[in-house]
């Protein structure tokens, strides 16, 4: 049952929720970071054996939903899968209960959802920390991976450029909060209309360490212009499937293509935290291409995940 902290920044966390990219210090964010590298290589080995952690899942989930099952699994615990179409939670059970009772038999939970704040909830009634594992308004987790793929790429986080190209949307937040905590620049490009959430931005803007800038434009060259790391996602996110087409218009002149491509840094890195939609917001050339990095981040989801894990369940 021992797990290995050495980080105090760490320590910290034990026992507390992961809601939101923010819920980290810039050194928190920057320690979990080390420990998902050493986990990764096999420098540090974390026992969280007899655990066991609740996948409450309310939207569609490959990576998410298979890397939190390993991830527990490779440390000595088990997952559930609490999938509310199979439990009372899809029959209009409370939260306030559901969470009680879960609590009683889980040392964790895992929620993909809708609403930021039924995911609050959650945290507000259980007694074992809550894990954001995507809502409408952020996707932390996957910010954890996508830092750690920049860093391996580079060496270091501190003075690097991510510009990310598309909707403003959750993992657009995500990237915005660490990357200003880690000391990253962070330019979102997109169309009017499109932009990220105002109240996000200035928190964002809050957190920056480093000299590190967070940035909205309307133009997808300017906004990519010598950054070493280009990121997008689709342009309809679930639950927005109904806007498709008209999504579609909006961002036309929006997909990460070769021309985009050629304005970043040489050394630049491409990042998309899938499922990716080939020839909308990415070109196939691109995905498929020698700058692209997304199985290595798709990976890293699994090493990030283990280190949260071990950190939230360290007590
Ligand atoms: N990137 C990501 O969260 O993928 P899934 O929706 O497959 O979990
Ligand atoms: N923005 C996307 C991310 C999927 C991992 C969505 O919410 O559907």
């Given at each position: 049952?021992?797990?290995?902290?050495?980080?105090?920044?760490?320590?910290?966390?034990?026992?507390?929720?992961?809601?939101?990219?923010?819920?980290?210090?810039?050194?928190?964010?920057?320690?979990?970071?080390?420990?998902?590298?050493?986990?990764?290589?096999?420098?540090?080995?974390?026992?969280?054996?007899?655990?066991?952690?609740?996948?409450?899942f309310?939207k569609a989930s490959t990576r998410t939903r298979v890397s939190?099952?390993?991830?527990?699994?490779?440390?000595?615990?088990?997952?559930?899968?609490?999938?509310?179409?199979?439990?009372?939670?899809?029959?209009?059970?409370?939260?306030?209960?559901?969470?009680?009772?879960?609590?009683?038999?889980?040392?964790?939970?895992?929620?993909r959802?809708?609403?930021?704040?039924?995911?609050?909830?959650?945290?507000?009634?259980?007694?074992?920390?809550?894990?954001?594992a995507l809502?409408d308004?952020?996707h932390?987790c996957q910010?954890?991976a996508d830092?750690?793929t920049?860093?391996?790429?580079?060496?270091?986080?501190?003075?690097?450029?991510?510009?990310y190209?598309g909707d403003?949307n959750n993992v657009a937040?995500?990237?915005?909060?660490?990357?200003?905590?880690?000391?990253?620049?962070?330019?979102?490009?997109?169309?009017?209309?499109?932009?990220?959430?105002?109240?996000?931005?200035?928190?964002?803007?809050?957190?920056?360490?480093?000299?590190?800038?967070?940035?909205?434009?309307?133009?997808?060259?300017?906004?990519?212009?010598?950054?070493?790391?280009?990121y997008t996602d689709v342009w309809a996110s679930m639950g927005q499937e109904?806007e498709q087409?008209?999504r579609e218009?909006?961002f036309?002149?929006?997909c990460l293509?070769?021309?985009?491509?050629?304005?970043?840094?040489?050394?630049?890195?491409v990042l998309h935290c899938l499922p990716a939609h080939r020839g909308e917001e990415i070109s196939a050339?691109v995905i498929e291409?020698?700058?692209s990095r997304v199985f290595d981040q798709a990976e890293n989801r699994?090493?990030?995940?283990?280190?949260?894990?071990?950190?939230?369940?360290?007590?």
């Open positions: 049952m021992a797990v290995i902290q050495t980080s105090p920044a760490l320590a910290e966390l034990a026992g507390g929720d992961f809601l939101s990219s923010a819920d980290l210090s810039g050194d928190q964010t920057l320690a979990l970071l080390e420990l998902a590298a050493d986990l990764k290589v096999g420098r540090r080995q974390i026992d969280l054996s007899g655990r066991s952690l609740g996948l409450i309310r939190f099952t390993v991830a527990m699994a490779r440390l000595g615990g088990q997952t559930i899968d609490l999938n509310p179409t199979v439990t009372q939670v899809g029959r209009g059970e409370p939260i306030a209960d559901t969470a009680r009772v879960l609590s009683r038999y889980c040392d964790a939970l895992a929620i959802t809708f609403a930021q704040e039924e995911l609050s909830d959650y945290a507000h009634w259980a007694s074992i920390p809550v894990v954001n809502t308004l952020e932390p910010a954890l830092y750690l920049l860093q391996e790429a580079f060496g270091g986080l501190e003075g690097l450029t991510l510009a190209v403003g937040h995500s990237l915005m909060l660490s990357g200003a905590l880690l000391g990253v620049s962070v330019r979102i490009g997109c169309p009017a209309g499109f932009a990220p959430s105002e109240a996000v931005l200035q928190q964002a803007r809050q957190l920056t360490r480093g000299g590190a800038t967070v940035e909205v434009l309307h133009d997808p060259v300017a906004a990519v212009r010598g950054a070493q790391a280009l109904q087409a008209e218009r909006a036309a002149g929006w293509d070769e021309a985009l491509l050629a304005e970043a840094d040489a050394r630049a890195i050339g291409g020698s700058a699994l090493h990030a995940q283990q280190a949260l894990l071990a950190v939230l369940l360290g007590g």
